[in-house]
């Protein structure tokens, strides 16, 4: 299974800045997914980053807002833009295999 | 697209009874169904997880049964303990490079 290196484990940014994550896999994949669990709720897809071509946003997400790069096959970032407190919530990285995440970027925006 | 739902949302039992978590889709193409434990402040890890080419599957305390003509699946843990109190997440995808699809989550708590 791929080992999903994700950074940073955790950040309290203020509102109006931009915080990127930066998700590293051992191997290389086609497509790496990116998720956001809101304290309290389940995990909901942001977008699907395929390697050369621009990711794909889900409803409720735009490319302005969750800018991604997706440089090579075993690097993606995330960037939460502009933050408010409602960005504040776990931000998790998988592959295609799916079944593992990255450690998870825990975002606080004060 | 898939939706997933999952049911109850909390769930409490006695230390040594038994859980059931149940799961519906929607999508009869879906064929990978994966649960997840969450422990406070930690990612979901996965736990176990079964494809559509079989009904059902055990690890040790804890299994999984999948109807696809129902599109309904199940985790059941046995002996249950107090350290399997956490949030369960089910989810399902179809093959290639599809997302997976999250219920609601489980809150179970196990009672001393």
């Known amino acids: 299974s791929a080992v999903i290196s994700q950074k940073p484990s955790r950040d309290i940014c203020q509102r109006g800045t931009s915080l990127t994550i930066q998700c590293q896999v051992d191997?290389?994949?086609?497509?790496m997914f990116w998720y956001r669990q809101q304290p309290g709720q389940s995990l909901t897809l942001i977008a699907t980053a395929n390697q050369g071509s621009e990711a794909t946003y889900e409803s409720g997400f735009v490319i302005d807002k969750f800018p991604i790069s997706r440089p090579n096959l075993t690097f993606s970032t995330l960037t939460v833009s502009n933050m408010s407190p409602e960005d504040s919530s776990i931000y998790l990285c998988?592959?295609?295999?799916?079944?593992?995440f990255g450690q998870g970027t825990r975002l606080t925006v004060v | 697209g898939e939706n997933v739902e999952q049911h109850p949302s909390t769930l409490s039992v006695q230390e040594g009874d038994s859980a059931v978590i149940k799961c519906t889709y929607s999508d009869s193409a879906s064929n990978y169904f994966p649960w997840y434990k969450q422990e406070l402040g930690k990612r979901p890890q996965l736990i176990i997880d079964?494809?559509?080419?079989?009904g059902e599957k055990k690890d040790q305390r804890i299994a999984v049964t999948l109807n696809k003509t129902a599109k309904h699946f199940s985790l059941h843990i046995t002996e249950t303990q107090p350290e399997d109190s956490a949030v369960y997440f089910c989810?399902?995808?179809?093959?290639?490079?599809?997302?997976?699809?999250f219920g609601k989550g489980t809150r179970l708590s196990v009672i001393a």
């Open positions: 079964i494809r559509s080419n079989v």
């Open positions: 191997s290389q994949v086609t497509m």
């Open positions: 989810a399902a995808k179809n093959s290639g490079n599809t997302p997976l699809v």
């Open positions: 998988s592959v295609q295999s799916e079944a593992f």
